[in-house]
């Protein structure tokens, strides 16, 4: 008798594949949120221009 | 400075890159290294995790690091002043206290397990006793990769009771 290994997914993949989905969707949107979006635009202008004031973008915590 | 000294998320005498708050529909905050890489950390608002009913969907989100902008177009190498960093956004992101957060390691290269055992040597350096992690293994799929997530809730959070009850439930219920 021919026997296969049946491979039965449980709710637990199939959440985390959901999870690892919304993830990647999320870094493509921020992708384009990073280009798109002018409060972020600001944001990084405004760390990079305290960053050039400072001479390194280190800091002590 | 030992751990034990250090307090929650704050690596306090360490040094780290500035950051800043960007928000946007991720809450990102952004943060320039040394190469001049900008790194974005994430936290996308994520209730559809738990039921319909639980109070504090709201407070739940998903975290993501991504490399936003990338002038050396080389793989940016291991940078020691990035734990520290994202350390410090987290202290500032759990400024409210019921927030939750939650991590799912990336398996498209099978190095989940690697992520995951990196993630939990950053967060024991950095939790100091103000923060719980709960781990679930979430099961392996039909190639033999392993799934891993874990949920991180400052020891404060009000709602504790019911969201340790609520991923035990999510726990049982994805074991089946």
């Given at each position: 008798m021919d026997t296969q290994n049946i491979y039965i997914e449980t709710s637990g993949v199939r959440l985390a594949k959901k999870m690892i989905e919304s993830k990647r969707l999320m870094q493509e949107e921020a992708l384009l949120e990073y280009k798109n979006n002018p409060a972020i635009k600001a944001a990084v202008e405004k760390l990079k221009k305290r960053n050039e004031q400072r001479g390194t973008p280190i800091v002590s915590a | 400075m030992n751990?034990?000294?250090?307090?929650?998320?704050?690596?306090d005498g360490l040094q780290k890159y500035d950051f800043e708050f960007a928000g946007g529909i991720f809450n990102s905050y952004v943060f320039q290294t040394n190469n001049g890489?900008?790194?974005?950390?994430?936290?996308k608002p994520s209730g559809y995790i738990f039921q319909e009913k639980v109070t504090f969907k709201e407070d739940t989100f998903e975290f993501s690091i991504l490399v936003t902008d990338?002038?050396?177009?080389k793989k940016p190498p291991l940078d020691k002043l990035i734990p520290n960093t994202i350390a410090s956004i987290f202290a500032d992101f759990f400024r409210k206290k019921e927030r939750i957060v939650v991590y799912i390691c990336e398996t498209?290269?099978?190095?989940?397990?690697?992520?995951?055992?990196?993630?939990?040597?950053?967060?024991?350096w950095y939790k100091g006793t103000s923060f719980i992690k709960i781990d679930m293994q979430m099961?392996?799929?039909?190639k033999g990769e392993t799934y891993f997530t874990s949920m991180i809730i400052r020891a404060d959070n009000p709602n504790i009771g019911e969201v340790v009850i609520e991923f035990r439930n999510l726990i049982e219920a994805n074991r089946k």
């Open positions: - | 751990k034990e000294e250090r307090q929650s998320f704050r690596p890489i900008i790194y974005e950390i994430l936290f990338n002038p050396t177009n498209s290269d099978f190095r989940a397990m690697a992520r995951n055992r990196k993630f939990n040597q950053w967060f024991d099961g392996q799929d039909d």
